[in-house]
């Protein structure tokens, strides 16, 4: 039920005053204050070991080295130095810590628990291993039997001993706020309403709410800890990784964590775009954005955002905001070329790569042990896994997403019987396995499931149908009635029902689940479906005409491409959700369609190409400028047209106005060779002489309700680049410094009433504390207590 952990000091003969976070139950003397309680027979002896180690890391200041059960052998490091975990109460020499664990909620510890430990703390006082010895348990002692330990273990050499009970491991936990954002798993065992204030609780629930039922089953990982770092020193994170390894879980910690400690307003945003509306500069926010470019595929329009807003993230995190952005790592991969390289370079040092590969095998089997204690799996089945828990920990394939699934009883009717095969084809073969529990729903659950996929996996609750989700059912054969039923069967497993921003409403249960659901429209019955029936921008999200290399994209044939020019030619909304929608069918029509669909989108208007004869600024936020380079691409720009388009992008640059030709590809390729060249030739001749005629070009109209710095980052821009576009050519490269001086001074010389916020501090280090594992590793299983206290 323990292991024996070593405590060192700093450096021998080193004094290291500490204070110990027991105090009086009421320092007014007005009675017992309540401390809130900690499910810690929930974690396992494992997860109880590592907390053990933070907190003697954390709280009492002490580094800890491990040595596991039959390894320990008495190979108890020690420190000849002092330690005061009492005020005015130093003691000294050799350091030895238990940490005792019982799944038994409610559960005290006697002498008689003990006998055994009694014996081996007297083997290592013989050895000189042991002069004080430290007590953690989750177990409740009472007054009479720690004067019963303390007094037997002097009775047996050792000098001082200190008993550190449930319910000081509560009080502890209850009083660090650091502590917990450091094990943010502990955030699933307590009573949130207890544990923060009004406001922090009242701000946690948007995390709460999307982390769902798994709060109670989080690991803490090396993964982990990069991001906390990289948010405590940038307070800006991107997460990036494949699908189902965690980034959301990982977000999620960090804006709870954030929550907690720096008592930040946790805002969900959907775009980077919606920060305008969002962002309170006298409050202190951290926004949290998932799938940052697209949910399974990569969305242009949302990485063309970033030209538009990344000046105001950097304002925002200046004046005191937190980001946490997740991506998945091939849709990232596929947006960096539409991210101007110098514009945001947060995206490169605070880009954390979220890869189960870099999870530990321990962590691995933490993770799965958490999920399958705390699912719905009963324990018969976890029986006939047990053997095979191991290889599913190591398996090549594992990820916390199908460790979820192991514990749910949806996703495991092909597992049975479960043998070492079995279990391996599970983690091996993930997206099989989930294709055919969506085959198998019945025709009300793929329906219940299509309303979730086409309302952007946001369905507000209670269900009510519009004309087009009355159609989607009328096609899928189902109704109201039956997909209301179906949501109650499915909830847990598929989907979770939520309260986001106040508003109730059923999502996924993980965005895979989107990937397997538009796995079930590339049938050749349902893709009329799809086209018809589905709202238009979540069509545009799904589809391409044509193979263009999408991954993970619904491929529509060219036969059915009058149904999606149909679709596109539907009349705009009013307002700004036009100008949106606008921009959407654009960036569609630049990034998803072959040159048979141009053609025909160019054939069903003679009056298109007439629209897109003028290039528009800023020149890399319009969509129009890149459907004309895709279109030319294709040979579908009028040679005439083209020349002129280039002219003017020429103009542009020349005057300082935008010179994004110079290193936007799609633009510059709009340019032949020789337009090129005369174009660099006139840059140096021209542009270069006469550097403040272009900051008066490119500020002329700024809008004074914008920064200053907003009217300068083409000429930003354009110092960062000149160098790389001559390089080697040392004039060059002194004049895109001098540009860059004469920006700096006329953004100081303009008026313009900025935040007055300076950044908030914030607490740096957010490494969490982990025990450095000494000598052999432990024959224990992590899953050795797996059904211990388990409900049958």
């Not at 002498?111 to 989750?138: H, I, W």
């Not at 009080?171 to 207890?194: F, H, N």
């Not at 804006?255 to 400690?261: K, R």
């Not at 106040?502 to 799809?530: C, I, K, N, Q």
Request: net charge negative; with cysteine.
């Amino acid at each position: 039920m323990g292991s024996r952990t070593c405590c060192r000091s700093p450096s021998p003969g080193q004094t290291v005053v500490r204070r110990h976070a027991l105090a009086p139950p009421d320092a007014k003397g007005n009675g017992v204050v309540t401390i809130p309680s900690f499910a810690m027979h929930d974690l396992g002896w494992h997860a109880f070991q590592q907390l053990c180690h933070t907190v003697l890391r954390e709280v009492l200041g002490q580094e800890v080295l491990s040595f596991l059960d039959n390894n320990d052998r008495g190979r108890d490091g020690a420190f000849a130095g002092t330690w005061s975990p009492l005020p005015s109460s130093p003691v000294a020499g050799e350091f030895v810590a238990q940490c005792k664990h019982t799944a038994k909620p409610g559960a005290n510890i006697g002498p008689s628990d003990l006998a055994e430990e009694f014996d081996k703390a007297e083997q290592l006082v013989k050895a000189g291993r042991c002069d004080v010895y430290l007590l953690m348990t989750n177990a409740g002692i009472s007054g009479g039997s720690e004067t019963k330990i303390v007094q037997e273990l002097k009775s047996r050499s050792v000098k001082h001993v200190l008993v550190l009970g449930s319910t000081w491991l509560n009080q502890t936990i209850a009083e660090s706020s650091r502590l917990r954002r450091l094990v943010p798993r502990l955030y699933g065992l307590g009573d949130l309403t207890q544990i923060l204030d009004d406001r922090a609780y009242r701000q946690a629930r948007a995390v709460l709410d999307a982390m769902r039922s798994d709060l109670d089953k989080l690991v803490l990982t090396g993964t982990y800890q990069r991001a906390a770092d990289a948010l405590a020193s940038n307070s800006f994170v991107l997460l990036v990784g494949a699908p189902a390894t965690g980034k959301t879980t990982i977000a999620a910690q960090l804006a709870l964590g954030a929550a907690d400690e720096f008592d930040t307003a946790v805002v969900k945003i959907d775009s980077i775009a919606d920060l305008q509306d969002r962002w309170n500069p006298d409050d202190r926010q951290l926004f949290w954005l998932d799938d940052a470019f697209g949910a399974t595929q990569f969305d242009r329009s949302l990485a063309r955002a970033w030209t538009m807003g990344g000046l105001r993230v950097s304002a925002a995190i200046e004046a005191g905001s937190m980001f946490v952005l997740t991506c998945r790592d091939y849709i990232f991969r596929a947006s960096y070329s539409y991210l101007k390289p110098g514009s945001f370079p947060l995206f490169n040092e605070a880009q954390v790569v979220v890869d189960v590969a870099d999870l530990t095998l321990t962590e691995r089997s933490q993770i799965l042990y958490n999920h399958l204690r705390h699912g719905s799996q009963p324990n018969s089945f976890l029986e006939t896994l047990l053997p095979n828990l191991e290889v599913a920990a190591g398996h090549p394939g594992f990820t916390p997403e199908l460790a979820r699934r192991l514990a749910d009883p949806a996703f495991t009717g092909r597992l049975m019987p479960a043998t070492e095969e079995s279990v391996s084809g599970f983690f091996g073969r993930p997206s099989e396995f989930l294709r055919d529990v969506m085959a198998g729903l019945d025709t009300d659950a793929q329906a219940a499931l299509g309303l979730v996929f086409v309302h952007h996996d946001w369905l507000p609750s209670p269900v009510s149908v519009s004309p087009q989700d009355e159609d989607l059912l009328t096609r899928l054969g189902s109704n109201l009635g039956g997909v209301t039923k179906s949501f109650d069967a499915l909830r847990g497993s598929l989907v979770q029902h939520i309260v986001r921003n106040g508003a109730s409403g059923w999502v996924f249960s993980h965005p895979t689940m989107v990937d397997a659901y538009a796995d079930l429209l590339r049938s050749p019955e349902l893709l009329h479906h799809l086209l018809v029936g589905f709202p238009l921008d979540v069509l545009l999200r799904e589809i391409t005409c044509g193979d263009v290399g999408v991954q993970g994209a619904v491929i529509v044939p060219t036969a059915s491409y009058e149904a999606v020019l149909d679709r596109l030619d539907e009349p705009y909304p009013k307002g700004d959700e036009g100008w949106r929608a606008r921009d959407r069918r654009t960036t569609f029509l630049s990034t998803r369609c072959d040159s048979p669909f141009l053609r025909m989108w160019l054939d069903r208007d003679s009056e298109r190409l007439a629209g897109l004869a003028e290039p528009g600024l800023m020149l890399e936020a319009d969509a129009d400028n890149e459907l004309v380079a895709r279109l030319n691409e294709l040979g579908l720009f009028p040679e005439e047209m083209r020349s002129a388009f280039a002219a003017e992008l020429v103009g542009y640059c020349l005057s300082g106005e935008d010179p994004a030709v110079l290193w936007n590809e799609r633009l510059a390729s709009i340019l032949i060779p020789a337009e090129r060249a005369v174009l660099l030739q006139r840059v140096r001749s021209e542009m270069l002489g006469n550097l403040r005629s272009a900051i008066y070009n490119c500020t002329e109209h700024w809008p004074r309700d914008h920064s200053p710095e907003s009217a300068v980052e083409p000429l930003r821009s354009l110092a960062y680049y000149l160098p790389r576009t001559f390089p080697g050519d040392a004039q060059v490269a002194t004049k895109a410094k001098e540009l860059d001086q004469l920006v700096d001074e006329w953004v100081a010389d303009q008026e313009w009433s900025e935040p007055s916020n300076e950044r908030r501090s914030r607490t740096a280090g957010a490494t969490a504390a982990t025990a450095n594992t000494v000598g052999a590793t432990t024959d224990r299983s992590v899953f050795d207590d797996l059904l211990d206290g388990r409900p049958s």
